[in-house]
């Protein structure tokens, strides 16, 4: 399984950007998948979940704010993110996780402006 995550690049403080994550190699229509993001200088951190239900969970500093969503037709998961801040930079990698673990997207990197 290979993911693919792009979709990120500077953005003003107020912006948005749109993060995909594409699959190749299997299906992850029935995975549990998930954004994680790491700023400089700190550990790697869960921003939002999505089951293969489309149930989904959001880490609190980005309620209200980021949205994820699946398509399966494409075997890709987005990150919608609105009212982008500062403290949002950080490099974004998306992750799936199959009975034999959990696979990794390479990272994108997400820089906002104040």
């Known amino acids: 399984v290979q993911l693919q995550a792009s979709g990120g690049g500077l953005v003003q403080a107020g912006g948005s950007l749109r993060l995909s994550c594409a699959a190749s190699g299997s299906s992850v229509s029935t995975k549990y998948m998930a954004w994680y993001r790491q700023a400089p200088g700190k550990q790697r951190e869960l921003v939002a979940s999505?089951?293969?239900?489309?149930?989904?969970l959001y880490a609190e500093f980005v309620k209200g704010r980021f949205t994820v969503s699946r398509d399966n037709a494409k075997n890709t998961m987005y990150l919608q993110m609105n009212s982008l801040r500062p403290e949002d930079t950080a490099v974004y990698y998306c992750?799936?996780?199959?009975?034999?673990?959990?696979?990794w997207g390479q990272g994108t990197l997400v820089t906002v402006s104040s």
């Open positions: 992750a799936a996780r199959f009975l034999a673990g959990d696979y």
């Open positions: 999505i089951g293969s239900s489309g149930g989904t």
